[in-house]
């Protein structure tokens, strides 16, 4: 009983930034949401190009802000490596985290803990003060596995 769907169709108004369109047909410049042509009636074809939204961005760039969360709630078991692609610095991390834990349970004293997630709260702190442009250059294209 969703009959008022089609209704919510509208298109909001940040498409009004686009360049104007034009009748193939007779050239006249056309409404952004117009369907048939003012001046002689044709019918507008809509560009493929505008299906999938915004085309022009990079296909799932992989985000600062997220890495640099993941790395300081997640960061002691590689969460952030694994989010940035980079599984085998992950699962190290995770295995020390996990051979820490017993080695600090044994010994009273966590040294191993406590590095990686020293390691992991650094990278969050690169991750953060990084540029966007600097991030994907050193951690998305150049694959730097460590801070
Ligand atoms: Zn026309």
Known sequence: MSDN???TATKPSAADGQKTRRCAACGAALRSQARYCAECGAPIEEP???KGGETNAKPAAKDK???ATLALL????????LYLGYKTEGLIMLALTVYGAAVGYLCGFALINISVVGVALVEAVIY????????EETYIEGKRPWL
């Open 5 to 7: 769907d089609e209704k």
């Open 48 to 50: 493929l190009s505008n």
């Open 65 to 67: 802000t997220t890495a």
């Open 74 to 81: 997640l960061g002691g078991v590689g969460a952030h490596k």
């Open 128 to 135: 953060a003060t990084a540029t966007a442009a600097q991030f």
